[in-house]
């Protein structure tokens, strides 16, 4: 063993020994991966490299829609995954056939929701915090009496988020909206 890995190993240890919830949460990480690989491909998403999941996110996904993720993926679906604590586990939607969920490489979230009827296009680099939504549709209509002839016939418009966003927690990104590119 070279001086570099017994020094990177040491830091591993000593880390896990001040903050040992991350090594549950890294052990949760093993457990989930061949799930995870299951239910993807179960739902006949493309697998990509070097995807982490802590819980398996719930996909729900129409048969004719696209979901496509970037390599880099990193989904946290349990409480104890991330500080702020989840109110439950990502959640992956698309309601419509054609509908089409995308993201760029490392793109993180946090007991999440993307819903999309139409698109939602998320860049490279983004991050969503603990509990957010991004959605691109009504679901219903506003009007009682269009809700009540048809239920599901909510407005629709693409959301789009650009390169190195990060979204906070609790934050709702609703139809229409886009989030422009972060340069720094």
């Known amino acids: 063993m070279g001086d ?3 020094i990177i190993l040491a830091s591993t240890v000593a880390e896990g020994l001040e903050t040992p919830w991350k090594v549950g949460n890294q052990i949760v990480s093993w457990m989930t991966f061949p ?30 829609s696209k979901m496509c993720f970037g390599d880099g993926l990193q989904l946290r679906s349990t409480v104890r995954s991330n500080p702020l604590g989840l109110n439950h586990p990502v959640f992956l939607c698309t309601l419509q056939a054609d509908a089409v969920i995308e993201t760029g490489i490392n793109f993180g979230m946090s007991g999440g929701v993307i819903c999309a009827a ?3 296009s998320i860049g490279n ?54 989030l422009g590119k972060v340069v720094w």
């Open 125 to 178: 680099n983004v991050i969503v915090g603990a509990n957010s939504m991004i959605m691109d549709t009504d679901f219903h209509p506003g009007s009682f009496h269009l809700r009540k002839q048809k239920p599901n016939l909510g407005n629709s418009s693409p959301v789009k988020i650009e390169d190195g966003v990060f979204i906070g927690s609790n934050c709702i990104i609703l139809k229409g909206v886009t």
């Open 35 to 64: 799930l995870a690989r299951m239910l993807f491909a179960q739902k006949r998403i493309v697998w990509g490299k070097e995807w982490r999941f802590f819980g398996l996110p719930i996909i729900q996904k129409h048969r004719h």
């Open 118 to 120: 139409e698109s939602v």
């Open 4 to 6: 570099s890995t017994k």
